[in-house]
């Protein structure tokens, strides 16, 4: 991300946390006291949101220095350092949650995502994607998290591709009137996705000239056949509900792509602590 747009994130984030101040650190932590803090992993994990980390303590006080021992998509063992903030005592408190915070959070999102990676065999060529199930405001954070981690990006925001989904054909009159409207907008260089619910639904799509059909929460009999009428006409992406266990069957049976939600809005937060020491 941009610097000015990270830190506009941040500084919304320290205003909720930091209020009119930081009335217990200042009421016990001398002014001039100065301290270091080290970010340590708790579990397992894969490094995620370095950057965010780093410059929330910055925003706090542009005198802090921070070292960061582990760049992002890393995978570390339970008591590893990974970054450490020096400075100021009361800036190391005062940007501690709001630090930890974010990192938890987009650890916890690259963790989960390589453990989906990690489920691909070898040599399948299946990708695993996001979605747009982001914490609002957060989406660019939480999408870095997830290329970390190893897995790839769907689109951006409504603006940057064409997927027809129920509402859309709904709304359209049918799959078919709503490909040839959006194959009338579409530059040379944007692909036409379409979501299907049934198997019907997916030759209606492929006859109206779908160049990427979504399967929305089919089995793995009907992904099986639905590759089979699809093969070599588009790209299959299977998405709904999509489990951990289910990635080596998918693969095998030849999707092209997975689409999971989960990866945004049901990772588990990372278990990550500050420990902020005294200096000498």
């Known amino acids: 991300m941009l610097p000015p747009l990270l830190d506009a994130i941040i500084d919304r984030a320290l205003a909720e946390d930091l209020g009119s101040g930081d009335v217990t650190s200042e009421a016990v932590v001398g002014s001039e006291t100065r301290a270091v803090a080290r970010a340590v992993a708790k579990q397992p994990l894969v490094s995620a949101g370095a950057e965010v980390f780093a410059r929330v303590f910055y925003r706090v006080d542009a005198g802090v220095r921070v ?20 400075g100021r005592a009361r800036t190391l408190l ?104 049934t198997l019907a639904q997916l030759d209606e799509a492929l006859a109206a000239g779908a160049e990427v059909v979504l399967l929305d929460n089919f089995t793995n009999p009907e992904v099986e056949e639905a590759v089979r009428r ?20 998918l693969a095998r049976l030849g999707a092209d792509i997975v689409s999971v939600g989960a990866l945004t809005h049901s990772a588990r937060a990372a278990d990550i602590s500050l420990q902020i020491e005294p200096l000498a």
Not at 67 to 86: I, N
Not at 99 to 128: D, E, K, M, Y
Not at 231 to 239: F, I, P, T, W
Request: hydrophobic share 45%; glycine share 10%; proline share 3%.
């Open 94 to 197: 005062a940007a501690e949650r709001t630090a930890l915070n974010f990192a938890q959070r987009l650890c916890g999102i690259a963790t989960l995502t390589a453990r989906f990676v990690a489920a691909i065999p070898a040599g399948s060529s299946l990708r695993i994607v996001d979605t747009r199930k982001t914490t609002p405001g957060l989406r660019a954070l939480e999408r870095a998290a997830v290329r970390a981690g190893g897995g790839r990006n769907h689109r951006d925001n409504l603006g940057t591709a064409i997927l027809i989904k129920d509402n859309h054909v709904a709304l359209a009159g049918g799959i078919a009137p709503a490909i040839a409207q959006a194959r009338s907008r579409a530059t040379h260089v944007t692909r036409v996705e379409v979501e299907v619910d």
């Open 230 to 249: 699809t093969r070599g006409r588009a790209l299959v992406e299977v998405s709904g509900g999509v489990t951990l266990e289910r990635i080596p069957e």
């Open 67 to 86: 070292e960061r021992l582990v760049e992002d998509g890393v995978s570390v063992a339970a008591g590893a350092v990974l970054w450490v903030a020096e």
